[in-house]
Every structure is written in structure tokens, then in C-alpha cells.
């Protein structure tokens, strides 16, 4: 299958500073990514939908200004988390659409867990 | 996209065959059931998905009922690396939406 990568792979940062975490499709071009969070024994949330060359979309209840996400090419978005804070420690993972034989399949990336202390 | 109904848990002893319920009775025709698993501290894992006919790959099978109101995902040797959360998840191809996951089930392959 399809790989996607994320670095890095997890960060610990202190309350106020701003982390980047990158997702890349290694293999294939992504015009859509999508970027989910998980917190401890619950299911992936999508944060939201990041395009190429286009703005990103967020779910309800996501802060835009604090999850900056850019999709500057075709095999790379990143997701800025600024002025991270201490309830923003979670498992940030990344999702990525190909299409083969006419269907859909998405191919998750390994996550990226982040610490603010 | 059409809602899903999993077990919350399952055990398999390992080397046995893992088979993985899923409800879906709200299914429309257009939309594909997907199977993705997550092994601890990973990000998801595709596994399988289709529409109306059976399916079958290097890593399991997938078995749609006729009215495609449910479906089983089966392992056909469990292994311990198998054990992980197995998410069963309904939807149109080619939406370019997310994929919502629910609950999901805790499937524990035992030696």
C-alpha cells in the first residue's frame, strides 16, 4: 500500500512555544490530507481537511488560528500547533487519499504524540 | 454515511480464525464498507473494503451479506501482532471526506 510518514514521530515542548509536525505521502501525490487527534483511550477526531493549494477546512470546535495547516505541495502538509498549552498533548496522526482502479482508499501516517509541559 | 454497530471486545486465540462482526442496516447502495485497524500508539492500518461482492486480500476477508446489512471482517490465522482496535466504517468512495471512526472493536489475540 500507499506510505505516508510524519515527523517527528513525538516532541516535547514547553507551554507557549510552537510545533510543527509534518505528514508526507512518500509514494504518491496527495491532493487531499486529512489530519485526525486522538486522546487517550477515545477514537480519532478529525481536526480537519487540508488541500492543496487551498485553505484548510476545520471541524466545528477547532481553533484555525492555533492548528495552522499549510498543503504546500502535493506530498507535504504540515500542522503548526502555536502557543501550544498543556491540554493540547495528544496523538496527532495524518491521512492521506489515493485513488487506485477507480476507488478510494486512505493510508494513515505512523502519528506524531506531542508533550507541553 | 450510514452508521455502524461493532462488538466493543473479542478474544481469539491465536491461530485461530479472528471473525470481526459489523452492522450496518442504514447502508445506501452507493457506499463501501471499510475496515481499518489501529495497533497501539500507531496510526490506523487499511485493511480491506468493498461493496457488494466478497472480498479478499493478503491480510483477511471480507464478507458482505446479500442485503448488505452487515458484514465480517475474518483473520483467517490470528496472530499476536493482530491484537489492536478493528474499525469497520461505511461510506461513498470518492467523497472527499474523512473517514469517521467510531468505537471500533478491541479484538485480543491470546497464545
Known amino acids: 500500500g500507499a506510505v505516508v510518514s510524519q515527523h517527528p514521530s513525538w516532541v516535547i515542548c514547553k507551554s507557549g512555544t510552537s510545533v510543527k509536525i509534518e505528514c508526507r505521502s512518500l509514494?504518491?501525490?496527495?491532493?487531499?490530507m486529512f489530519w485526525y487527534r486522538q486522546f487517550p483511550k477515545q477514537s480519532l477526531m478529525l481536526m480537519a481537511t487540508s488541500n492543496e493549494g487551498s485553505k484548510a477546512t476545520y471541524e466545528q470546535g477547532v481553533e484555525k488560528d492555533k492548528f495552522l495547516i499549510n498543503h504546500a505541495s502535493l506530498t507535504l502538509s504540515t500542522l503548526t500547533v502555536t502557543s501550544a498549552h498543556p491540554e493540547d498533548s495528544s496523538f496527532y496522526i495524518c491521512?492521506?487519499?489515493?485513488?487506485?482502479?477507480?476507488?478510494?482508499?486512505?493510508?494513515f501516517g505512523p502519528g506524531t504524540r506531542l508533550l507541553v509541559l | 454515511d450510514a452508521k455502524t454497530t461493532q462488538p466493543t471486545s473479542m478474544d481469539c486465540a491465536e491461530g485461530r480464525a479472528a471473525n470481526l462482526p459489523c452492522n450496518h442496516s442504514t447502508i445506501s447502495g452507493n457506499e463501501y464498507v471499510y475496515w481499518y485497524r489501529q495497533i497501539h500508539s500507531q496510526g490506523p492500518q487499511y485493511i480491506i473494503h468493498g461493496l457488494k461482492n466478497n472480498e479478499t486480500n493478503e491480510m483477511a476477508s471480507l464478507i458482505i451479506t446479500e442485503d448488505r446489512k452487515s458484514s465480517t471482517l475474518i483473520l483467517p490465522h490470528a496472530t499476536l501482532r493482530d491484537t489492536a482496535v478493528y474499525y469497520c466504517i461505511v461510506r461513498v468512495t470518492d467523497s472527499g471526506y474523512a473517514l469517521n471512526f467510531g468505537k471500533g472493536t478491541s479484538l485480543l489475540v491470546t497464545p
Open positions: 491521512s492521506a487519499r489515493v485513488f487506485s482502479s477507480f476507488r478510494e482508499t486512505q493510508y
Open positions: 509514494d504518491f501525490q496527495a491532493t487531499t
